[in-house]
C-alpha cells in the first residue's frame, strides 16, 4: 500500500516530489497525486493518529479509477537484457517470443523495428550518468568502509578487527569516522547518532548502502522495504531515507570516494600505531580525521571543513534535544490470558487480540505492542525477578474487571453496614489467609447470604458463631442459617412438683451448662 503519511510527512519537511517518490518507494506520479488531494482535502503534517494509511486511502482516492492500458504493449527490458547475454539469442528470436506472448494476450505487438528501437533506448537509458549539483546540508551519504582497522586484546595478544563507519556530506564532503567492533544494529544506530553530533545538525536526505542494518530488501522503488528500528530512527531526526541501488555505487560516490581516502589517510596513516582498546583506536582517529578534513582540496583553494562551516552548517536542521533510543523489534503471539511474553515478563493487551500475532517494539525503558502497525498497548518494561505481570485494566473482559475491584476495604466496609458480629466475622475470614485474595469468594458467599435470609439473621447468626469461636468460617454461618440456631432459643415449659423445677433442656444435646465448670 502507498504511504501516505509517510509522503505528507516528508512533504512537510520540505523535500522535492522526486526525493519522496525514493524515499516511500512510489513513482513520482503517485506523490503528485497523493499530496494534491492532500491539498484538497486541507491536510498536511503533522496528521491525527487515527488517519492511517487505509484511511487516508479513501479519504483521497475515493472515486479514484484506473486509467486504461496502452494500446501496444511494450518490451519487458529485464528480461530482454538478460537473455540477450545467453549464447545464440538475438533480437530477432526474442521479438519472435514476443509476438507469440502479445497473441496469447490480446494484445497489440510493435514492429520489429520499433522493438529494436525500445530495446535501444532502454540500453542507452541503463549506460548514462549525469554529475548532481548537491545543495548544501541537503544529504549525507554512510557506509561501511571495506578494509577494518585492528586493535589488539591486552589480555591475549589477540588482533581483533575494527569496523569503520563512513559518513560523507555530499555537498562539502565534510566526513565523519568511527571504529565499532562489529556492524550490527546497536552499532549502525550508534553510528548515526554520534555522526549527528558531529555535524552539529542533521541533513534532510539519509544515503545507506544496502546493509541488512538499514535495508531489509531493494528491488527497486516498488519493492522497497527499510529496516524498521533504521526507519524509526530517521523519523526521530526528521530525515528521509533513500537507499542507494542495488550494486549502483554511482548512488553514493561521495561515501564511496571517501572511503578510499579514509582508508589512505586515516586507516593506512595509522598502521604502524599498535591500540589496546577501541577508544584508544577512536582518539586516534578523530585526531587523523581533523587533520583529514582541514587539508585543502587538489583543485580547490577551500578545505572541506571551510566549506561545512560555510555553507551547510547553518542550513542544517537542529538535532532533537534528546537522541535516537535503540529499540529492539520482536514477533510475539498473544496468550488466553490476554498478555504477551518477553525476556519472562508479561505484558497485558486488549482481550480482543487472544491468539493473534503482533509486533513488539522494545526499549530500556518501554514496551510497545502493535498490530497492523497500530498501537494497542505501551508499558513501562519490567526488570528483575521473572514471572512478574504489567496488566492495564482496561484490558481485562468485563467479568474480570469485576473481579479486581473487590479488595479487603470494601468488604469491611459492607460488612460494617449490617453489624458489628458481621464486620468481625469477615476481618477474621480476610485475614485467615497469607494472601487476602484467596479469601474474597468467602465473603462475597457469607456477605450474599443477607439476601436469602436477611440482614438481621445473617448478624445474629455471626454473633452466634463468634460465641463459639474467634475465626467463624463461611460453612459454619451458613450452616447456623440453614438449621435456624440464629433464632432465640425456646425453652420447653415442664410441670413443677412442690417447690422443685426442672431446669429447661437445651436444645443442644452436647452443650454443657455453668454448672459442670464450677464441679
Known amino acids: 500500500m502507498t504511504k501516505y503519511r509517510e509522503i505528507i510527512r516528508l512533504s512537510g519537511l520540505g523535500l522535492s516530489q522526486i526525493n519522496i517518490a525514493l524515499s516511500c518507494s512510489a513513482s513520482k506520479t503517485t506523490v503528485n497525486k497523493v499530496l494534491k488531494a492532500a491539498r484538497e482535502q486541507g491536510l498536511s503534517w503533522p496528521l491525527d493518529p487515527k488517519l492511517t494509511d487505509p484511511v487516508l486511502n479513501k479519504l483521497l482516492f475515493s472515486d479514484a479509477k484506473e486509467k486504461p492500458a496502452t494500446s501496444k504493449r511494450m518490451p519487458d ?154 526507519q524509526e530512527m530517521a523519523e526521530h531526526y526528521g530525515t528521509a531515507i533513500i537507499p542507494a541501488r542495488v550494486r549502483a555505487p554511482k548512488d553514493k560516490p561521495n561515501a564511496e570516494g571517501s572511503v578510499g581516502n579514509i582508508s589512505t589517510w586515516i586507516t593506512a596513516a595509522l598502521r604502524n600505531e599498535q591500540f589496546f582498546s577501541l577508544s584508544d583506536l577512536n582518539h586516534a582517529i578523530r585526531h587523523t580525521l581533523d587533520s583529514f578534513s582541514r587539508r585543502p582540496f587538489n583543485t580547490k583553494e577551500s578545505s572541506r571543513d571551510e566549506i561545512f562551516r560555510d555553507d551547510e552548517l547553518p542550513l542544517l536542521t537542529p538535532s532533537p534535544a534528546t537522541p535516537s533510543e535503540l529499540a529492539e523489534w520482536k514477533h510475539a503471539t498473544v496468550q488466553f490470558n490476554y498478555h504477551i511474553s518477553f525476556a519472562g515478563m508479561l505484558y497485558s493487551v486488549p482481550y480482543e487480540y487472544i491468539k493473534r500475532k503482533v509486533d513488539v517494539r522494545v526499549t530500556d525503558k518501554t514496551i510497545e505492542i502493535f498490530y497492523n502497525h497500530n498501537r494497542i498497548a505501551s508499558h513501562r518494561r519490567l526488570y528483575g525477578r521473572k514471572g512478574q505481570y504489567s496488566t492495564v485494566t482496561e484490558h481485562m473482559p468485563a467479568s474480570h474487571q469485576q473481579y479486581l475491584e473487590w479488595n479487603g476495604d470494601r468488604f469491611r466496609k459492607w460488612a460494617e453496614r449490617i453489624g458489628s458480629s458481621t464486620y468481625q466475622v469477615v476481618d477474621a475470614v480476610l485475614t485467615s489467609k497469607r494472601v487476602e485474595q484467596q479469601s474474597y469468594r468467602s465473603c462475597m458467599g457469607l456477605l450474599k447470604l443477607a439476601d436469602k435470609y436477611s440482614v438481621d439473621r445473617l448478624e445474629a447468626a455471626c454473633r452466634k458463631a463468634l460465641s463459639f469461636t474467634a475465626a467463624p468460617s463461611y460453612k459454619s454461618i451458613k450452616n447456623i442459617l440453614d438449621t435456624g440456631n440464629d433464632q432465640p432459643e425456646k425453652l420447653d415449659k415442664e410441670p413443677t412438683t412442690g417447690s422443685h423445677t426442672e431446669p429447661a433442656k437445651s436444645s443442644h444435646a452436647l452443650t454443657r451448662g455453668a454448672d459442670y465448670y464450677r464441679r
Open 77 to 230: 527490458y529485464n528480461h530482454i537484457r538478460k537473455e540477450l547475454l545467453r549464447n545464440g539469442v538475438n533480437k530477432k528470436l526474442l521479438w519472435t517470443e514476443y509476438l507469440e506472448e502479445c497473441r496469447l494476450a490480446g494484445d497489440e505487438p510493435l514492429m520489429y523495428s520499433q522493438f529494436c528501437y525500445y530495446i535501444q533506448q532502454d540500453e542507452q537509458r541503463r549506460r548514462a550518468t549525469m554529475h548532481i549539483n548537491r545543495k548544501p546540508a541537503e544529504q549525507v551519504e554512510v557506509d561501511w568502509a571495506g578494509d577494518p582497522a585492528h586493535i589488539i586484546d591486552p589480555d591475549t595478544g589477540e588482533i581483533l578487527d575494527a569496523h569503520i563507519f563512513v559518513g560523507v556530506m555530499t555537498y562539502s564532503q565534510y566526513p565523519y569516522v568511527e571504529a565499532f567492533r562489529d556492524e550490527k544494529q546497536p552499532s549502525w544506530i550508534a553510528a548515526h547518532v554520534h555522526m549527528y553530533e558531529y555535524f552539529g545538525g542533521v541533513a534532510k536526505i539519509l544515503v545507506p548502502d544496502n546493509c541488512r542494518t538499514a535495508v531489509d530488501h531493494n528491488k527497486g522503488w516498488k519493492d522497497q522495504r527499510i529496516n524498521a528500528v533504521y
